[in-house]
C-alpha cells in the first residue's frame, strides 16, 4: 500500500522558515517525480514546486522561487520543502504527491500539514 506522509507544519511569523517532510513507502516501481501542492482556504490547489527524482532537477512556481528549496534522500525516500522568507499568502495546506514514470499527473497523496504564517 502506497503511503506519503508529511510531517514539519506549524505556525510561524513572517519572514520566519519551516521545513516539511514527506516519507515514501510501499512503491512498486520507480518514483519519477515528486511534488508539493498547496491548497488555501476558498481557493484552488496549486503547485508549490516538484523534483525529478532520477536527474535532481527542479522547478517551482513563480510565487515561490527564490524563498522555497525542494531536494531527496533517495536513500529514505524522502522529499523536503525548505521555505523561507515566509509570507502570510504561504499559508495553506501542504501536500506531497508523487507519480511513477507510467501515471499520468498526480497519483499519490499524502494526508497534507498545515502551515501558517502569521503577519
Known amino acids: 500500500q502506497v503511503q506519503l506522509v508529511e510531517s514539519g507544519g506549524g505556525s510561524v511569523q513572517a519572514g520566519g522558515s519551516l521545513r516539511l517532510s514527506c516519507t515514501a513507502s510501499g512503491f512498486t516501481g520507480t518514483i519519477y517525480r515528486m511534488g508539493w501542492l498547496r491548497q488555501a482556504p476558498g481557493k484552488e490547489r496549486e503547485g508549490v514546486g516538484a523534483?525529478?527524482?532520477?536527474?535532481?532537477?527542479?522547478d517551482y512556481s513563480d510565487s515561490v522561487k527564490g524563498r522555497f528549496t525542494i531536494s531527496q534522500d533517495n536513500a529514505k525516500n524522502t522529499l523536503f520543502l525548505q521555505m523561507n522568507s515566509l509570507k502570510p499568502e504561504d499559508t495553506a495546506m501542504y501536500y506531497c504527491?508523487?507519480?511513477?514514470?507510467?501515471?499520468?499527473?498526480?497519483?499519490?497523496w499524502g494526508q497534507g500539514t498545515q502551515v501558517t504564517v502569521d503577519s
Open positions: 523534483i525529478n527524482c532520477r536527474s535532481g532537477s527542479t
Open positions: 504527491a508523487a507519480r511513477r514514470v507510467i501515471d499520468s499527473g498526480w497519483i499519490y
